[in-house]
């Protein structure tokens, strides 16, 4: 009997985990981001601004959620680093793509790398979201501005290579299109938290309908 009660009682308090990616460029501000989640989600406050170095690796932490659990991985974004993402792109249920909108000089390097992102076919379905850090600082980009440099920046690279080779296939190119008209972008300040509730709400809804199915038998209760 007890065994059937701790049975059910464990099926009720079930709670799914889903893995989210965070990445973008070094200094981009993901490991203030993830370590800003922590304080705001859990009762052990993640590391201050000042206590944080460059990555070189990955960092994670796990947040519980109403019958959910989501584990980030902030993952290193130097250029030599770099080659690690995809490793993750199999198992991950949601990928937020973090841009400083405060650096104009490395506006388009970040939208080179999110365009590499974006064409992993592994990644192709998945949430995605574009979040445009930094927002604390005066001369920041906005959403909207954020928003529209990545159009101009993808409208150029498709002229750009018009003019030379083909720039991917008819499917592969209206797809993009489409991801790119549906991309999510939200505006945060990692530092101050702004803008970080949101983004995790969002993401815990997506990862809910993401095509990827959580793992077979996950079973956190209690963690
Ligand atoms: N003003 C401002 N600065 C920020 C914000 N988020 C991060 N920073 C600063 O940006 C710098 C880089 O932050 P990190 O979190 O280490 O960046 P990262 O993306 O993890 O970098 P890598 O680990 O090298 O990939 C640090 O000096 C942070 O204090 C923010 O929201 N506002
Ligand atoms: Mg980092």
Redesign the pocket.
């Known amino acids: 009997m007890y065994h059937l009660l701790k049975g059910f009682h464990e099926y009720l308090t079930r709670k799914e985990e889903f893995s989210v990616i965070i990445i973008?460029l070094?200094?981009?501000?993901?490991?203030?981001?993830l370590e800003q989640i922590k304080t705001l989600y859990t009762d052990t406050p993640g590391l201050s601004?000042d206590k944080?170095a460059?990555?070189v690796g990955q960092n994670t932490g796990k947040i519980a959620l109403p019958s959910t659990i989501l584990q980030f991985w902030?993952l290193?974004?130097?250029r030599g680093i770099r080659n690690i993402w995809p490793k993750y792109y199999d198992d991950c249920h949601a990928v937020a793509y973090?841009i400083d909108a405060?650096d104009r000089e490395r506006l388009s390097e970040g939208w080179e790398v999110f365009d590499a992102v974006l064409s992993a076919p592994q990644i192709l379905g998945l949430p995605l979201l574009l979040l445009a850090?930094?927002q604390?600082?005066p001369h920041s980009l906005s959403v909207e501005e954020i928003r529209h440099d990545y159009e101009d920046w993808y409208q150029r690279k498709v002229e750009n290579a018009r003019r030379s080779v083909r720039y991917g296939e008819g499917d592969e190119m209206s797809a993009r299109r489409e991801r790119i008209a549906s991309l999510e972008v939200m505006g945060?300040?990692?530092?101050?938290g702004t803008g970080v509730r949101n983004a995790v709400d969002w993401l815990f809804l997506r990862v809910q309908n993401s095509r990827r199915e959580p793992p077979k038998g996950s079973n956190n209760a209690g963690s």
């Open positions: 973008g070094d200094g981009a501000g993901k490991t203030t981001l601004p944080i460059p990555t902030d290193g974004g130097q973090v405060d850090n930094k604390d600082s945060i300040s990692a530092i101050q």
